[in-house]
Nanobody
Framework: VQLQASGGGLVQAGGSLRLSCAAS????????MAWFRQAPGKERKFVAV????????TSSQAVKGRFTISRDNAKNTLYLQMNDLKPEDTAEYYC??????????????????WGQGTQVTVSS
């Protein structure tokens, strides 16, 4: 599966953005989809994950209550709605996919497919 992320940009603190990740192929529902982010000089960190049917999600404590992950399987698209953005949310955001398993994974090495990243910058 090929992934293409979009929707990043520059926003003031307290603002909102919605990231999208378009996936190729006709088997989108067989993949768990996740968002990770990476700030300059730091390791890539888990943000949120959703299962193939879109019925189960998990998000990191850093974004819980502010970010919402969702997917539209009819459009082969993953989303990340980001509200109440903070300067510490500034990072390159990556979407990722792995064939669905019994459990959702929050670990980057478990994911086989990655998008190219989209930059989110939050000014104070």
């Amino acid at each position: 599966v090929q992934l293409q992320a979009s929707g990043g940009g520059l926003v003031q603190a307290g603002g909102s953005l919605r990231l999208s990740c378009a996936a190729s192929g006709r088997t989108f529902t067989k993949y768990d989809m996740a968002w990770f982010r990476q700030a300059p000089g730091k390791e890539r960190k888990f943000v949120a994950v959703i299962n193939g049917r879109g019925t189960e999600t998990t998000s990191s404590q850093a974004v819980k209550g502010r970010f919402t992950i969702s997917r539209d399987n009819a459009k082969n698209t993953l989303y990340l709605q980001m509200n109440d953005l903070k300067p510490e949310d500034t990072a390159e955001y990556y979407c990722a996919a792995r064939v669905s398993d019994y459990l959702l994974s929050i670990v980057a090495p478990d994911y086989d497919y990655w998008g190219q990243g989209t930059q989110v910058t939050v000014s104070s």
